[in-house]
């Protein structure tokens, strides 16, 4: 008997050691505000809730859960109406199984396996096959129709989130009333991945690297264009609207 309670308490002990104790923290940085919980011997990482909410409104944009300074578990992210927009699973800091893109009212417009790499549904939009796209094809490039264009998971409102609250106005050009459109150029290449930024057409004053920055910071939830049942790479055009108040 003496043999089998040794190894149990030895277990029990080790398993309250792993257990160790958060507290909360808030954290404002225009225009968020971060909410989550962190280990108390080391602030520096985040092990429990997550929470990010836009801070002159109050409303919740992002919540999910970290798990040893990586994000683990479900996750959702709202729009403004408190609606969820995106729903899906991390583990150890990596979208996981099938996640879910919604629009207005609760509509499916994307559905996405990234355990498989798999696109399990698209709502397509009358655009979609109107449109010409620029393939790129060695050297060269063809404006031709697609079976399917490159897909942002989640469409424009999830890629427009980003620039909606990561976008600076330069200094230099406020001081000189300089408003307008930076136009970026990029590629969505046959894997997905987006590559090669570039201005198309810039203002100057430190809005071309303002906007060319913000793109940059878009998250990578492209699917390839195909064309004759084959992934290709898209050359894509994104504005960036600069106005003054």
Known sequence: MRKLILPLLFMLLSSLGFAQSTTRITKDSLPFR???????????????KYMLSDLKSGKILTTG?????KKD??????????????????????????????????ELINKYDYTTHQLL????????SVSTYRVIKGNDTVD???QRPPIYLG????????????????????????????????????NGHARDYRVIHGLGYGLDEEALRVIKTIPDDWVPGILDGKPV?????????????
């Open 233 to 245: 790479a898209v050359a894509i055009q994104l504005p960036i609207g600069f106005k003054l108040q």
């Open 65 to 69: 859960s970290y798990k040893n300074n």
């Open 144 to 146: 031709i129709k697609l």
């Open 155 to 190: 469409g424009n409102d999830m890629m427009l989130r980003t620039l909606m609250y990561d976008l600076h106005y330069p200094p230099q050009a406020l001081s000189k009333n300089i408003y307008g459109r930076v136009v970026i150029g990029f590629t969505i290449d046959e």
């Open 121 to 128: 549904f698209h709502k397509g939009t009358h655009q979609d």
């Open 34 to 48: 971060e909410k989550y919980d962190v280990l108390k011997s080391n602030h520096q990482i985040k092990q429990g």
């Open 73 to 106: 578990g479900q996750w959702h992210q709202y729009n403004s109406a408190g609606n969820v927009i995106v729903e899906g699973k991390y583990k150890d800091g990596q979208k996981v199984g099938v996640w879910n893109y919604y629009g207005d009212l609760w």
